[in-house]
């Protein structure tokens, strides 16, 4: 069992940045892919961006250029860096993890970012 804690929400106006964190029980290293959803009010939840074991990164188009994301093996972190943060990113943020032999699928929590004036 994987356990996720994400952190680093917060409220931020159009146009700043934030840095989420992503703190897992075990180490990342042994996890296939690691991502970042998000799941605004009435919407369904979308994947933002992953990034595997391997280092291989993938981003959501409609983050792409703006949002980074990354791992620390040594701390068992990943991060989500987001920038010129527009009023549509508000949402609940949440950390993935995706295990592929046995297959499982661990969630954290979530974590609220609010983009507004």
């Known amino acids: 069992q994987v356990q996720l804690v994400e952190s680093g929400g917060g409220l931020v106006q159009p146009g700043g940045s934030l840095r989420l964190s992503c703190a897992a029980s075990?180490?990342?290293?042994?996890?296939?892919?690691m991502a970042w959803y998000r799941q605004a009010p009435g919407k369904e939840r979308q994947l933002v961006a992953s990034i595997t074991s391997a280092g291989n990164t993938n981003y959501a188009d409609f983050v792409k250029g703006r949002f980074t994301i990354s791992s620390d093996n040594a701390k068992n972190m990943v991060y989500l860096q987001m920038n010129s943060l527009k009023f549509e990113d508000t949402a609940v943020y949440y950390c993935?993890?995706?295990?592929?032999?046995?297959?499982?699928?661990?969630w954290g929590q979530g974590t609220q970012v609010t983009v507004s004036s």
């Open positions: 075990e180490r990342i290293f042994s996890i296939n892919t």
């Open positions: 993935n993890a995706e295990r592929y032999v046995p297959y499982r699928n661990y």
